[in-house]
Nanobody, 124 residues
Framework: QVQLVESGGGLVQAGGSLRLSCAASGRTLSTYAMGWFRQAPGKEREFVAA????????NYADSVRGRFTISRDNAKNTVFLQMNSLKPEDTAVYYC?????????????????WGPGIQVTVSS
């Protein structure tokens, strides 16, 4: 079974950038769609971005489209989320997840393995 661990989070000023990484162990990620979700205090977990198993197809939430970029390196069993032009409302715990299929779905139920999450805080 695949295990996921996020890294790269932290504190950044508004307008800044962060790059999150999600490293997998236990099994290759190359056959799974991968997604990033986030959860702010007092709010439900929400979709951020997803990428197909091949990397050819991506899907973004409207709130991050044009600012965030999801990518993957199957040879390194790692998925990335480049976050630019960060806003205070991007503050949340960010989770990566491995899907049960190939399609980059925005639905949490389409993902069966989740990382523990990592904090991203954007100060104004």
């Amino acid at each position: 079974q695949v295990q996921l661990v996020e890294s790269g989070g932290g504190l950044v000023q508004a307008g800044g950038s962060l790059r999150l990484s999600c490293a997998a162990s236990g099994r290759t990620l190359s056959t799974y769609a991968m997604g990033w979700f986030r959860q702010a205090p007092g709010k439900e977990r929400e979709f951020v971005a997803a990428i197909s198993w091949s990397g050819d197809n991506t899907n973004y939430a409207d709130s991050v489209r044009g600012r965030f970029t999801i990518s993957r390196d199957n040879a390194k069993n790692t998925v990335f989320l480049q976050m630019n032009s960060l806003k205070p409302e991007d503050t949340a715990v960010y989770y990566c997840a491995a899907g049960s299929g190939h399609y980059p779905s925005n639905a949490p139920l389409a993902y069966r393995t989740w990382g523990p999450g990592i904090q991203v805080t954007v100060s104004s």
